[in-house]
């Protein structure tokens, strides 16, 4: 693997590779003192055009806990500012020597297009719409540690779609990992087309519930609407929002997952984020542990400047 751009079209043998991996850094990270050499004198940086904590601190940790240089840029305080163009930045960048480019940004394909102009390894940290393949693999692992796999599990994908890179790259690998995904979601806030999705789309909530072992919560992205897709958010939350009431209708076992950070009051009721089933801090702590899986896989594994 030299970049890790998206999920679609990434084997389930590839998948499962980085969560055995995850496993051994995830153990590094309850050491005294996590950390290893794996990738000393090896440089990450990251180019975020958007906002972002988990991904953004997460690669960061990884980053350290490997024991690679980190070069950190802030495109709010860059050249960027000055109107640099992103070709113009990425390269700059790799003049410096940097082995490895993990990318946010607005538009989808950025950080494909980035890839091609690039000797480094790139990684895509969410590009608009359409991916955020890290955060499947954290949400592959965080299911794996609490039901023990996907393969057979019925999971629930409920909200914003339309908006969400987190629920295409998860409706990818929770079914390349053999998991049944259904898409719940008012008709607007659904692509205008979810052929070709690995996918089943429902409308009601309450009559998905009980039949789910994970019920997998969208933020509702109003930075991205540009217009009124729903009639309220009291209205959205009235039939989509995960509150108490709901939370009774899923199984015994069942697992509730956001990937943050979560509109409290709208999508989940603040009780029910703070329910024993509710893992969404157990995704984050899974991030930095698959993360080093990804860094190691890409600049790791006995690589070589040569190989790249
Ligand atoms: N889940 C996620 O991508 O969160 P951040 O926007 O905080 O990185």
Redesign the pocket.
């Known amino acids: 693997m030299r970049h890790l751009l998206g999920i679609a079209g990434l084997p389930a043998e590839d998948i499962d590779h980085l969560m055995v991996l995850t496993d051994s850094f995830a153990e590094v990270g309850r050491r005294r003192m996590p950390k290893v050499p794996a990738l000393q004198g090896r440089t990450v940086t990251w180019l975020f055009y ?7 601190l997460s690669f960061e940790q990884a980053a350290k806990r490997l024991s690679a240089n980190t070069l950190s840029f802030s495109v709010s305080t860059s050249s960027v500012r000055k109107g640099e163009s992103l070709r113009d930045t990425v390269e700059t960048i790799e003049a410096m020597g940097v082995d490895c480019i993990v990318v ?1 940004h607005r538009s989808a394909g950025v950080p494909h297009q980035i890839a091609r102009w690039v000797s480094a390894s790139v990684v895509n ?2 590009d608009g719409w359409h991916e ?1 393949p890290t ?1 499947a693999l954290l949400d592959c692992y965080t299911i794996r540690e609490h039901l023990g796999g996907l393969d057979g599990l019925r999971i629930a994908i409920v909200g914003d779609v339309k908006h969400s890179r ?1 629920a295409r790259s998860d409706a990818w690998a929770f079914t390349t990992m053999g998991a049944e995904v259904t898409l719940v979601a008012p008709p607007t806030l659904l692509p205008p087309s979810t052929e070709g999705w690995p996918v089943r789309v429902s409308h009601d909530l309450d009559a998905t519930l009980g039949d789910v072992d994970v019920v997998y919560l969208l933020r509702m992205q109003q930075e991205r609407m540009t217009e009124a897709l729903i009639p309220s958010l009291r209205e959205y939350t009235a039939c989509y929002g995960l509150t108490r009431r709901r939370v009774d209708l899923l199984g015994e076992k069942a697992i509730v997952m956001h ?3 979560m509109n409290r009051g709208v999508e989940i009721a603040a009780d029910v984020a703070a329910l024993p089933r509710s893992v969404v801090i157990d995704q984050v702590r899974n991030g930095v542990a698959v993360r080093m899986a990804v860094l190691f896989e890409l600049l790791g594994s006995g690589r070589e400047e040569g190989d790249r």
């Open positions: 958007e906002d972002s904590t988990r991904t953004r946010r940290a969410g955020h955060q987190v990937p943050g950070p």
